[in-house]
């Protein structure tokens, strides 16, 4: 049974700061992973997408990367703004369902 | 390009009554997904349809919930009757192919007093 965890799940960190978020799951037989976002009361916004055979990708100051024999992912942050607080989520394609982890609730301090 | 919506955004219900969600996928997107967060855990998921078929329903909790998929374009999901532990936040998404990308709406917020 796929299982995924995020750590920490809570972070504080200056404006400014570079910063690393992580994902892991337990069952590497995956098709791909997804990077949300979802600020307080609103939806879920979608930040990356890594399909199971690529190792990384990026867009603006978001890179994610995608270790799948060693079941990790990170999403890595650079320069963050008080405008990336939120609560970041990874998500697992398995078996065509998503499995989600508890999340990660950044706040960044100006 | 609409993304997938959802309506009602928010519903405040009795514990006994019934409600009925409503989801509409991107256009021409055949598979559509529906998940909940319930206070406290994390994203679940609910069921998948593949146009009007159920492809996974392994995550329905019980047999209140009911979901359809008529012709193969928008669906609905029906609580009845509505407990208590059925609120939550319902999400409904969609994708043109199972590995690809899932569009999430915006939710609807149940409320089961």
């Keep these: 049974k796929q299982e995924v965890t995020q750590i920490p799940a809570a972070l504080s960190v200056p404006e400014g ?7 892991s ?19 879920l916004t979608s930040l990356l997408l890594i399909q199971s055979s690529q190792r990384e990708q990026t867009s603006g100051r978001l890179n994610a990367s ?6 990790r992912s990170t999403l890595y942050i650079a320069a963050s703004q008080p405008g990336d607080s939120a609560t970041y989520l990874c998500a697992v394609n398995s078996n065509y369902q998503l499995i989600w982890g508890a999340g990660t609730k950044l706040i960044i301090k100006p | 390009e609409a993304g ?27 598979n559509l997904y529906w998940y909940r967060r319930v206070m406290g855990k994390e994203i679940k998921f609910l ?22 998929r008529t012709g193969g374009t928008y669906s609905t999901l029906k609580v009845q009757p509505a407990e208590l532990e059925d609120s939550g936040v319902y999400f409904c998404a969609s994708s043109q192919d199972l590995s690809y990308e899932q569009y999430f709406g915006p939710g609807t917020r149940l409320t089961v007093t």
């Excluded at chain 1, 995608?66 to 079941?71: E, F, N, Q, V």
């Design chain 1, 66 to 71: 995608l270790d799948k024999s060693s079941g």
């Design chain 1, 17 to 23: 700061e570079n910063l690393v978020l992580n994902c």
């Design chain 1, 25 to 43: 799951f337990t069952d590497s037989a995956i098709y791909n992973l997804q990077w949300f976002r979802q600020d307080p009361g609103k939806g």
């Design chain 2, 4 to 30: 997938v919506t959802q309506f009602p955004s928010h519903s405040v219900i009795e514990k006994g009554q019934t409600v009925t969600l409503r989801c509409d996928p991107i256009s021409g997107h055949d």
């Design chain 2, 47 to 68: 069921l998948h349809f593949v146009k009007e078929s159920k492809q996974d329903e392994s995550g329905m909790p019980n047999n209140r919930f009911l979901a359809e």
